[in-house]
């Protein structure tokens, strides 16, 4: 059997990924990743995306932890004492250094990124990027979401239904042994 140029085993070109991460990943989850692509000779390059925090999504949750009785007894707190253009700077910082910080820790791992921040759905986003490099494969990892997994709307069964390379879901801070035994945190069974 002969090796084609696209072998990604002859030290010739890129082998594309694609990440779609919730969350900064730590030390720990980088060297995860980095360890599915050990036996690749070509060079790895991760294309990190990072979905913006929404900050109508935050305002709506510490609203939604003021008591029902609260707001009745204050009927001052209105949504004019939020100062959203300030939560939506804050959200973007806040996404901004959890890239950089999922950068810095698969550079720390050995690996080569990129990455960008992106307001787009999350799944469409993926699935443009993983257009635009030709990526290989796709690894979506998040906290886990019992409900919306189970449900299958979730971003890995979407972005399995919408994109034509293998998507691997991995639970953030959790490391394989931790998913596979059902001991972390993650989904098991379902």
């Known amino acids: ?26 030390a720990a989850d980088a060297q995860q990743v980095r360890s599915l692509h050990t036996e690749i000779e070509d060079q790895v390059v ?31 707190l209105a949504m004019n004492d939020v100062d959203i253009e300030a939560v939506r700077r804050e959200c973007e910082e806040t996404s901004s250094a959890d890239l950089e910080t999922t950068l810095r820790a698969i550079d720390t791992a050995g690996g080569r990124a990129t990455g960008q921040v992106t ?14 490099v030709d990526a290989r494969e796709a690894i979506i990892l998040t906290r886990p979401h019992v409900v919306a997994e189970f449900f299958h709307v979730d971003w890995s069964s979407r972005a399995r239904r919408k994109l034509g390379v293998p998507v691997l879901h991995l639970i953030e801070h ?16 379902l």
């Open 174 to 189: 959790e490391n394989f042994d931790e998913q596979a035994s059902g001991s972390g945190e993650g989904v098991s069974g």
């Open 1 to 26: 059997m002969t090796e084609t140029s696209e072998s990604i085993h002859d030290g010739v070109g890129t082998y594309d990924v694609v990440l779609l991460v919730e969350q900064a990943l730590t």
């Open 119 to 132: 307001s787009e759905p999350p799944v469409d986003a993926l699935a443009a990027l993983v257009a635009r």
């Open 46 to 76: 991760y294309h990190v995306l990072l979905p913006l925090e929404d900050a109508a999504a935050r305002i709506e949750a510490s609203m939604g932890t003021i008591g029902t009785g609260d707001l009745m007894a204050a009927p001052a």
